[in-house]
């Protein structure tokens, strides 16, 4: 029997790991072929190469971002073959299972939650006596068209799964997607908005199993490996176990991901991280959500923040690990104002990344059985977003949505870092006053809409701060320069500002480094760069502060002044060396 596993991933780079284990447990008695796609690649396209593989059956792995697009999938392959067996699993059908059914037609059988076992013996039943009662977890219809439902199994034993990883079909693409490990399964918290929550208690895979897997996986050219298990740092011995296996034996290039939970994360394991850990080698997503305890309350999340500050703190000190912290508007009870108090609670600790979510009223949380406590409107269709709720009006959301569109481009990508530093400690009332206010200039003039180019960043900030008649815009566009030359890996042709030196000015600045190198310091010194080069390699541009001043104590001393950018071309690096003009 021809069985194909498929999935419609978000990006080419992700992996899809359940397919996997349904590949691994279902051999040998069935040799199941993997195929994946994107939620972006055509429908006409996916379907022309699933319906030449001649499938008897076709399983799909949904989720809230490509369940959409499967169904289209599947509808298609009906109507072209409509003797091809369809089956649906993973988290956005294990939850109003009864509803797809009724709604699709086209689906033939639903997987309902742990789907190993479940997969193969439907398998078995469908090549065999298609007795379907005998299948436990499983929705399909009797020959009269009903929906039936078995009642699902115990729990696996994770210890018996055999391996996802070790697929030679792989081997090619494991140095360029990320790759997924999971070394847990279950949460023990009871967060409303998560469906990590209703499965109760965690299990784990075997730890030794789990480490020859990941020496394959790096010996095979996996440079990305994310472990997916919900909160990696439950219990302390393992966690410290696994990094330090991950740090005596991982391969050059490697860098781990997790998702841990902040505030439970003991100070002694983070010093140990912070001094036996290679820099770059871990980094850690941590969902802090809300810092409003009485929203915390209702959506059952403990979490103690003034702990998970130190966490986050004494991590970012450390300068090993990367930080990506999670926010979600839309909570209840958490308003405009009280949403405000949260973005600039979780901002002060100056996270690599912060991401701005909304929330998804997924299919089996608790948030979205009480959706009428809140009186929440949200999307029908995934990925099912809230629009309003009780306290927090569309108008609102829509504002937040202009904060979050300018956080991606101005702080989570790294372009002005310095600048943003400036603006959100000297010039506005609050890090989240800063990103609502440009984020609305920004939408009104719908940059949302159109794309970008790294100066149109640049000219867009300096244009709003224009708007505004913001003081000491001269030590702004100083140290928007600053960024801008600092992240160029070459002389730009044309940079978002118009020079200041006239050519004149230009060419005696350049005779007074020449005839004194020593004005620049002794790393420009020890350069010992020609005429030639100087002309060819470097860019002058004055100021009106003294920038190494303000890069060392964060003091601004006003009076003229230049930096001088060198783009190295034998080393692929820019350097910056700020002076003082002379008279």
């Not at 409003?292 to 991590?315: G, P, S, Y």
């Not at 690599?352 to 929330?359: C, H, P, R, T």
Request: aromatic letters at 12%; glycine letters at 4%; a negative charge.
């Amino acid at each position: 029997m021809n069985v194909i596993c498929s999935t419609l991933n978000a990006k080419f780079i992700h992996t899809n790991l359940a397919i996997r284990y349904l590949k691994a447990y279902a051999a040998p008695e069935f040799n199941i072929q993997i195929k994946e796609y994107t939620i972006k690649d055509p429908v006409m396209n996916i379907v022309s190469e699933l319906y030449q593989a001649k499938p008897a059956v076709i399983g799909f792995s949904c989720y809230i971002w490509n369940i959409e697009e499967t169904l289209k999938v599947v509808n298609m392959l009906k109507k072209v073959d409509p003797s091809i067996i369809i089956v649906l699993g993973g988290p956005e059908v294990t939850y109003d299972t009864m509803v797809w059914m009724e709604e699709h037609p086209d689906v033939d059988y639903i997987v309902i939650g742990e789907g190993e076992l479940t997969f193969k013996q439907l398998l078995t039943e469908i090549e065999t006596d298609n007795n379907y009662r005998n299948v436990h977890g499983i929705a399909y219809r009797d020959p009269d068209g009903h929906v039936i439902m078995t009642p699902q199994m115990n729990k696996l034993d994770l210890k018996e799964l055999p391996s996802p990883y070790r697929f030679p079909e792989d081997i090619p693409t494991l140095g360029k997607r990320v790759t997924y490990i999971e070394t847990s399964r279950g949460c023990p918290f009871s967060c409303q908005f998560c469906l990590s929550s209703i499965e109760v208690g965690v299990r784990y895979f075997d730890r030794e199993k789990i480490k020859a897997d990941i020496r394959y996986l790096m010996e095979n050219g996996a440079k990305t490996i994310k472990f997916v298990d919900r909160t990696f740092n439950i219990s302390r011995s393992y966690a410290m176990e696994m990094f330090r296996f991950l740090i005596d034996e991982h391969l050059p290039g490697t860098v781990f991901q997790f998702e841990i939970t902040a505030d439970i994360m003991r100070p002694e394991v983070i010093e140990f991280l912070n001094q036996e850990a290679p820099k770059g080698l871990f980094r850690f997503e941590i969902g802090v959500q809300s810092t409003n305890d009485f929203t915390n309350e209702l959506v059952m999340r403990k979490q103690n923040f003034a702990k998970l500050t130190r966490t986050v703190t004494m991590v970012k000190e450390g300068g090993k690990i990367d930080q990506h912290l999670d926010l979600i508007a839309g909570l209840p009870e958490e308003d405009y104002s009280s949403f405000r108090k949260t973005f600039n609670d979780v901002f002060e600790m100056r996270p690599e990344e912060l991401q701005l979510g909304f929330l998804k009223m997924l299919r089996g949380t608790g948030v979205r059985l009480r959706a009428a406590d809140q009186q929440y409107v949200y999307m029908d269709h995934s990925p099912y977003e809230i629009l309003s709720n009780n306290v927090l009006s569309f108008d609102d959301i829509v504002r937040i949505k202009q904060v979050e569109d300018v956080l991606e481009k101005y702080w989570n990508d790294h372009r002005m870092d310095y600048t943003v530093e400036y603006l959100v400690t000297n010039v506005f009332p609050s890090p989240f006053d800063f990103f609502q206010e440009f984020g609305s200039y920004w939408d009104e003039r719908g940059w949302s809409r159109i794309g970008h180019q790294l100066e149109d960043l640049f000219r867009r900030l300096f244009s709003f701060l224009e708007q505004k008649s913001v003081e000491n815009l001269d030590v702004i566009e100083g140290l928007m320069k600053y960024d801008y030359l600092k992240n160029h890996k070459y002389k730009p042709r044309k940079p978002w500002w118009e020079t200041g030196f006239d050519k004149t000015k230009r060419t005696q600045l350049y005779k007074q480094i020449i005839e004194n190198p020593d004005l620049l310091g002794q790393e420009f010194n020890e350069l010992k760069l020609d005429e030639k080069e100087l002309f060819k390699h470097t860019m002058l541009e004055e100021l009106s502060f003294d920038l190494s001043k303000f890069l060392i104590t964060g003091e601004i001393k006003s009076h003229p002044a230049c930096l001088l950018g060198y783009f190295d071309p034998l080393n692929n690096r820019t350097l910056i060396f700020p002076f003082t003009v002379k008279k």
